[in-house]
């Protein structure tokens, strides 16, 4: 099956006008200023759907139908529920967040229901079960499923709260689903392939780290962010990094960039370095050179599925707002290209320890890949460093 | 189109990428994470208060783009248009800006911060917009905080260092 990029460009739009429908909605019902901090179309491994959105202990869930069918959940952490509560005033706690899931979830879904030229109906709001994942109880997915999700922020506070939105496949995919073999589309079961590429991408970079450091790293979550070229700073929080940028050059061309935080990046040093060094220089050579093998574990593992070589480039040393450097790779794609395409992997270990990895072919170098790519690849035979 | 974002009583104003906002009632106007895109501030300097902030992604826009805002010459088009509807006057406009670095250390690039820093002076030239303080270039990043009632325009880097325009 393939999607249409244009019906999926402009759903990630219409998502994005539904976040900022759903923020205005917050602010009004609170009296704060509230901000949409990043919203994204997300095509995630149906392992992942489990890890994601479970950890926070407000969560509230509305399933909706008609023009469009799956389930909107609202997650806030304590913090940020105290903070809201506060806002709001003297009321009752779980009633108050679930008047707010009404609210904000019909402001999101109703942007979908113009742009399909129907209706969407939704439920009544109903508290999560601990560990509940968002996906409904009645979707399945097979390989890899759409999640769209939206990140608020009350502005000048660290409080906010994430609004995820999980269509149903069948739904989903009967509205983007291109039936014209001219139109400009990719294939969702060599999107799905390419992923799972990145996911086992991500797991050599974890095992890599542990071999370099003696470090354990345990989780990795891997998926496809399909944003509008402008949103890509978003991917990311809008903390400092320290971490390489890379050019890869194939097909497909684009950059990678791995961040780590400021610890982490302190612990790889301390333990890649002879104990007690404090020269900055090698510090960062350190840094480079993980930086180094992890963009080849990625990008090896692409080349070699394709059959191709893919040159990589030296690394790009940087301690920054990660937000910063996104930015400046959201101008070299956004000369081409009005979507970016962000395999995006987050690998952490048992001690202070978090590595992101982030790689943006080019649109038109993707595009091919995806048509060359056996779609029932068994990723487990790709060789890599 | 992108209309942008209209500061009504807020204290503060998010200005994202490929965003623009204005205030005329006291609001500071921040955007953050700023690389090779550059961020324009405009500020009536007759006593209204009005001033807008533009995070501007690219130099010069195509045909019709969907999203003005994303570029230096059409983000500025829309910024002065949203000054004057917020009761700004156009003709006594001042502009201050930061940003077009160079970060991706990588060899790579056809220097987009540098044109968007050439854009946008030949763009504020263009409209005959005073420029009074600006902070490009360079390879690291930066966040903004404007308040369009003083003309401050806080330039913030890595590890704090702080320089106010």
Redesign the interface.
């Known amino acids: 099956m393939r999607v249409d990029l244009h019906a999926l460009g402009t759903f990630s739009r219409t998502g994005n006008a539904g976040a900022s429908h759903a923020a205005d909605s917050l602010s009004a019902l609170t009296g704060e200023e509230v901000h949409v901090d990043a919203t994204q179309t997300n095509f995630v491994p149906a392992s992942n759907f489990d890890d994601i959105g479970t950890s926070d202990p407000h969560r509230i869930a509305i399933a909706f139908s008609g023009g469009l069918d799956g389930r909107a959940v609202l997650v806030f952490d304590e913090a940020s529920a105290h903070h809201t509560l506060d806002a709001l005033g003297d009321v009752e706690a779980t009633a108050y967040l679930q008047e707010l899931a009404n609210v904000m979830t019909s402001s999101y879904v109703d942007g979908f229901a113009d742009y399909l030229g129907t209706t969407i109906d939704i439920t009544p709001p109903a508290q999560m079960a601990d560990g509940e994942p968002i996906l409904g109880p009645d979707d399945s997915i097979d390989e890899c499923g759409f999640l769209f999700e939206s990140d608020l922020q009350f502005t000048g506070t660290p409080y906010g709260c994430s609004f995820y939105m999980t269509p149903s496949p069948d739904s989903f995919l009967s509205i983007v689903r291109s039936e014209d073999p001219d139109a400009e589309g990719v294939g969702v079961d060599e999107l799905a392939t390419f992923i799972q590429l990145t996911a086992a991408g991500a797991d050599t970079v974890g095992e890599n780290i542990t071999q370099l450091t003696g470090i354990e790293t345990d989780i990795t979550i891997s998926y496809l962010d399909f944003v509008p070229v402008e949103n890509v700073p978003t991917v990311l929080d809008d903390g400092q990094y320290i971490g390489a940028a890379f050019e890869f050059t194939g097909p497909p061309d684009g950059f990678l960039t791995v961040f780590f935080d400021e610890a982490g990046a302190d612990t790889i040093a301390d333990a890649l370095l002879p104990e007690g060094t404090t020269d900055e220089s090698m510090r960062e050579s350190a840094i480079s050179e993980l930086g180094n093998i992890t963009a080849s574990g990625f990008i090896d593992g692409w080349a070699n599925a394709l059959d191709t070589t893919i040159d990589i480039s030296t690394p790009g040393y940087f301690r920054d707002l990660g937000r910063a450097v996104l930015d400046s790779i959201a101008a070299e794609l956004g000369t081409s290209q009005e979507f970016a395409y962000v395999f995006d992997a987050t690998i952490e270990g048992e001690t202070d320890i978090g590595c992101r990895v982030c790689a943006f072919p080019e649109e038109g170098g993707l595009k091919t890949a995806l048509t060359d790519v056996d779609a029932d690849l068994d990723v487990s035979t790709i060789e890599r460093l | 189109m992108d209309e942008g974002t209209h500061a009504t009583d807020?204290?503060?104003?998010?200005v994202?990428?490929?965003?623009v906002a204005v205030s005329g009632n006291g609001a500071a106007l921040a955007t953050?994470?700023?690389?090779?895109?550059v961020a324009i501030a405009l500020y009536d300097t007759s006593g209204t208060g009005v001033g807008g902030l533009l995070h501007a992604?690219?130099p010069a826009a195509p045909d019709q783009p969907?999203?003005a805002a994303?570029y230096v010459d059409t983000g500025l088009d829309q910024l002065v248009e949203q000054l004057a509807a917020a009761g700004g006057n156009t003709n006594e406009l001042t502009a201050k800006f930061a940003g077009g670095?160079?970060?991706?250390?990588?060899?790579?690039?056809?220097g987009?911060?540098a044109k968007?820093v050439s854009a946008t002076e030949a763009g504020l030239a263009d409209r005959d917009i005073d420029v009074t303080g600006s902070d490009t270039g360079g390879g690291?990043?930066?966040?903004i905080r404007f308040h369009p009632n003083t003309g401050e325009f806080v330039v913030e880097r890595?590890d704090n260092q702080t320089l106010t325009l």
């Open positions: 807020r204290k503060l104003v998010r994202g990428v490929a965003d953050s994470g700023l690389g090779s895109c992604m690219l969907e999203n994303k670095s160079s970060m991706l250390n990588i060899g790579t690039g056809g987009i911060g968007n690291s990043g930066r966040s890595v």
